[in-house]
């Protein structure tokens, strides 16, 4: 019918943060390679259109009314509904050869307000990223959270020349923290959420929150720390899940999702999600090779971990040239 529509459930039928705030690179990149430059004005335009919004504390809500351009419910979440949104604007600062001076701004405000409401430090020292709902904290952290550490230290070098070494401590805590997810199940894979109340720390404590469906947001940050740190542990870290994937995902038709990472005995879910390939997998590569594949002055990732060139400011310039 041509005509959009919303999740009911999203408040009220809004737009989700993590859907119209993470089209900035592809759209960037698929305008650098027709020549037609609607398509990144059109991901410009999203961008100007939350700027200009207020914000609850410098925070960007996970629902936006598209009709009243307002925000819906004030949840906000570095996990799941807005997680890629944060990482899109460091990663268009990066793409854009670190000339789109309003991705930066943007970002480093944004992990401004993120430090300032929603990361805390449990009582046993591990740092967490905390989830916002109205102004209250849910003392929760979601799997896809775990992305942050990468994106953190990614974003370190961009940072306030008295802030980068900063950026990379919160990278390798949140990176601590993850892994300490893992290491606390039977299965050392990490579950869905953890929660950080009643006198537990990085463990699932609900039923619905102890599954693992191969996904690959922890590694992805031990990669980022890797290479930009080298401090071993990471990839030991990064070996201890490659041999719990081997011994409780490994089935005959490939791997499979476990339904509680606390149990003894494995319950597959009978599901081999695609970013199993395109993320766990690669960047559980990418963790073992030389730095020189895919390196990142030359290489962004998108979200899904495919990786899209950095627009170089003189690239334009050779290919007037070659014509």
């Known amino acids: 019918s041509g005509i959009g529509r919303n999740w009911p459930w999203a408040s009220g039928g809004s737009s989700i943060l993590a859907e119209f705030g993470t089209l900035h690179l592809e759209f960037v990149h698929l305008s ?3 020549g037609n430059p609607v398509f990144a004005e059109k991901v410009m335009n999203i961008r100007k259109v939350l700027n200009r919004l207020d914000k609850p504390e410098g925070l960007y809500p996970n629902y936006l009314n598209p009709s009243s351009g307002q925000w819906g419910q004030h949840h906000v979440s570095i996990g799941g509904l807005g997680d890629s949104f944060y990482e899109y604007l460091l990663k268009a600062w990066l793409m854009s050869d670190k000339t789109d001076e309003d991705g930066k701004k943007m970002y480093y405000d944004a992990v401004q307000a993120i430090e300032t409401h929603l990361i805390r430090k449990s009582s046993g020292g591990l740092t967490y990223i905390a989830e916002w709902k109205g102004g209250l904290l849910e003392h929760k952290m979601g799997h896809l959270t775990c992305f942050a550490g990468g994106m953190f230290a990614l ?11 900063h950026h990379i401590e919160l990278g390798a805590e949140i ?3 993850c892994h300490e997810s893992y290491d606390r199940t039977r299965m050392k894979l990490g579950p869905e959420a953890f929660r950080f109340d009643g006198g537990v720390e990085a463990i699932a404590t609900r039923q619905n929150e102890k599954y693992y469906i191969l996904r690959p947001e922890v590694i992805e940050t031990y990669m980022y720390m890797w290479r930009l740190t080298h401090d071993p542990k990471y990839r030991e870290w ?3 899940a ?3 994937l081997e011994k409780h995902c490994r089935v005959d038709g490939g791997y499979s999702g476990i ?3 606390y149990n003894n005995h494995e319950r597959h879910d009978d599901v081999q999600q695609s970013f199993f390939l395109s993320e766990t ?3 559980l590569y990418l963790l073992f090779s030389e730095d020189d594949l895919l390196p990142f002055e030359h290489w962004v990732f998108n979200t899904e971990a495919h990786p899209l060139p950095v627009l170089h400011k003189d690239d334009g310039n050779k290919e007037e040239n070659q014509k």
Do not use: F, I, M, Q
Not at 155 to 165: C, L, R, V
């Open 32 to 34: 650098h390679l027709s």
């Open 155 to 165: 974003g370190a070098d961009g940072a306030p020349s008295d802030k980068t070494g």
């Open 175 to 177: 990176a601590r923290t």
């Open 238 to 240: 990064g070996w201890e």
């Open 242 to 244: 490659v041999e719990a």
């Open 259 to 261: 339904r509680d990472v």
């Open 281 to 283: 997998l690669k960047y």
